[in-house]
Each structure stands twice: as structure tokens, then as C-alpha cells.
């Protein structure tokens, strides 16, 4: 049967990548591929039954990375801005 696998640890790579796959065996926590088990949900690559399902959650991880981002640079910003009005103690 036809997986789509979706690699979700692209936030260490230039781009995020969905490839179809031919599973042997699936269970509802693990797919097999060439023999070995796989869990559909790791920390680099989810399984999808769709093309549709892998792609929302790429940019559903992507939008999470992005709001994290942007406030990350918020708070930077504020201690730039406080780091910018000390003074010297007299």
C-alpha cells in the first residue's frame, strides 16, 4: 500500500520533503518499509495516507516553528531595547 512520509526534522535542512512510499505492514503506531518497522510518528518523518494529510502537517510544524520564531525575535527586540536605555550607576 502507498504511504506519503512526510520529513518533519527540516527545520535542520533547506527543505521540507514529502515522498511516496510502498508499506508492507501497518499497525496503528508503526508502518513497515523494506522489512523494518518504523513508528508513523517520529521525530524526523511522519506517515500520512495522503498527499493532502502530509502536506497540512508540514505546514502546520512550519507555522509552529514560525510563531516561536517571532516571538523569540519579540522578546529579543525588548532586551536589545532595555539594554540600549541602561546608564551607568553614578
Avoid: P
Amino acid at each position: 500500500m502507498k504511504k506519503y512520509r512526510a520529513r518533519t526534522s527540516f527545520i535542520w535542512s533547506v527543505k521540507a520533503e514529502i515522498t511516496t512510499v510502498e508499506v508492507e505492514r501497518e499497525t496503528d503506531h508503526n508502518v513497515w518499509i523494506n522489512g523494518r518497522r518504523h513508528n508513523k510518528r517520529s521525530e524526523y518523518d511522519d506517515y500520512f495516507d495522503s498527499f493532502d494529510q502530509a502536506k497540512s502537517a508540514l505546514l502546520h510544524c512550519q507555522n509552529s516553528i514560525n510563531s516561536s520564531t517571532e516571538k523569540q525575535l519579540k522578546e529579543g527586540i525588548k532586551t536589545a531595547k532595555a539594554i540600549s536605555n541602561l546608564l551607568e550607576n553614578e
